[in-house]
């Protein structure tokens, strides 16, 4: 366990010496982290608001459960880490894999090159993913459960947390109840009411950094009947940029169906009525994507979704915080959904997590491994809110773009510029990095920075390519 002073003690396996931790959030950034403790404490409950569905279905509680999902390559790696083969049971299980750029018609500033793939993403429901980690982590005989219930406060003082108050969901009359623990990790995402629970213990709330776009997004269903418009491609996808704000696409699910995404920035949001679902796609670069949607067959109403802020809460920095506390995922970090990169860095933090607690050269203090989950999240924030703070009418108090930034923001358009047609260099070296596989450092490796700087902008498709290029090409 993490303390100022001291080691953790604990044994591999479940032990602790009899120490117990809580768990506040049964997500996957939940779910992760108890697996984790589970090797250094004896006992940790994760305490949930709703109940766990027995199957594969979405959490009343998660608002953004329904809506498209993908697993970046490196969430793929971290998860395979933490629970050895669980990539080959979630492809078992039917979920998507879509090669990069082979398998995804692609527009961003011009179209992608539909060369070999260089990564891959899966595309699976969140729900169908988050019940095959909740099966394999809640058959740990140190994890248990506490559902339906809701975590209203914590015990302990400005020192050290000592515990959480709890109450059963939906009676607000009752007295709540108090559940001991020797550490407390919160993950009930971006919704955490951490900041104020650490404030009425006399400690200090963590500063918050923010980047809001306004975007907002809608998602609907359907069944494909259109063999693709005579395309191969596996997924069609829209990114935004300064001068075209229009975001979203069509992603595969496992059961064969597939789930449209549209988005839109402040005053441009998609409806969430069927008529004019479909007529907004109209407003994309290109018809495709909208005729695809007058062909298929709809399976459920769109659903939207407006919470899209990039929000970071700097828990890292000095002040006056207890020992015993962490935050993980969106309870400390969260990111514009947009960019695909939720689910991957929970897992991210996860590994962090496990590697700050069992690093044996270092005493692992609250705030040494809470800068661990910090740094965890980086880059994709740099990713994320790297892109946001340079879209129109983006709004907090994270948007200044220094004048140190300039010069990489150069750098990036160059790369930006390259790697929709580099399928050898830039192309994999940029995907790399946006899927979490490799540091923003492989952006400036020699033979990346020699063609980025003095290469000539490669030639791209004059329209969506709808054939895979050849192996040799």
């Known amino acids: 366990m993490v303390s100022h002073t001291q080691p953790t003690g604990g044994r591999k396996g479940g032990g602790g010496d009899g120490r117990h931790a809580v768990v506040i959030g049964g997500s996957v950034a939940g779910l992760l982290a108890a697996h984790v403790l589970a090797e250094h404490a004896e006992r940790v409950t994760i305490v949930e608001r709703d109940r766990f569905p027995e199957g594969p279905e979405p959490r009343a509680g998660v608002p953004q459960g329904r809506h498209a999902h993908v697993l970046l390559h490196g969430g793929q790696l971290a998860l395979d880490s933490l629970l050895p083969g669980f990539m080959a049971d979630l492809r078992s299980a039917g979920a998507p894999q879509v090669g990069m750029p082979s398998d995804m018609v692609t527009w961003s ?61 939906g009676d607000k009359a009752a007295e709540p109840r108090t559940l001991e623990a020797d550490m407390v990790v919160d993950a009930s995402g971006r919704g955490s009411h951490a900041p104020q629970w650490l404030s009425a213990l006399g400690a200090q709330a963590p500063e918050e950094e923010t980047i809001d776009t306004g975007l907002a997004y809608a998602c609907r269903l359907y069944r494909n009947k259109s063999a693709h418009l005579g395309t191969e491609a596996l997924a069609y996808w829209f990114f935004p940029n300064r001068s075209q704000p229009y975001a979203g696409g069509v992603l595969p699910l496992e059961n064969g169906d597939y789930i449209v995404l549209l988005s839109g920035l402040r005053d441009q949001e998609p409806p969430t009525d069927g008529a004019g679902f479909t007529d907004y796609a109209a407003r994309f670069p290109h018809p495709y994507l909208h005729e695809w949607l007058l062909e298929a067959e709809p399976l459920s109403a769109p659903f939207g979704f407006r919470k899209t802020a990039n929000v970071r809460r700097r828990y890292d920095l000095p002040g006056r915080r207890p020992a015993g506390f962490l935050a993980t995922g969106d309870a400390l970090c969260t990111f514009n959904p947009i960019y695909g990169q939720g689910m991957s860095v929970a897992a991210l933090s996860a590994v962090a997590l496990r590697d700050a607690l069992s690093d044996p050269r270092r005493t692992p203090t609250t705030r040494r491994v809470q800068r661990a989950l910090l740094d965890a999240s980086r880059q994709a924030w740099d990713v994320s809110a790297g892109a946001d703070k340079n879209m129109p009418g983006a709004v907090g108090n994270a948007v200044t773009v220094r004048a140190l930034d300039r010069p990489a923001g150069w750098y990036l358009k160059r790369v930006q510029q390259r790697y929709p047609g580099d399928p050898v260099v830039v192309g994999p070296a940029f995907r790399s990095v946006l899927s979490l596989s490799a540091p923003l450092t492989t952006l400036f490796a020699p033979k990346v920075a020699r063609a980025v700087l003095f290469g000539a902008v490669p030639a791209t498709p004059d329209g969506p390519p709808m054939r895979r290029e050849p192996a040799d090409a």
């Open 109 to 169: 500033g011009s179209w992608f090159r539909r060369t070999a793939p260089t990564t891959h993403i899966s595309t699976g429901s969140r729900a169908q993913i988050e019940h095959l980690i909740r099966e394999r982590v809640l058959a740990a005989p140190a994890i248990t459960t506490v559902q339906s219930t809701d975590v209203v406060g914590l015990t302990g003082d400005a020192t050290r947390v000592r515990g959480v108050l709890l109450r059963e969901r």
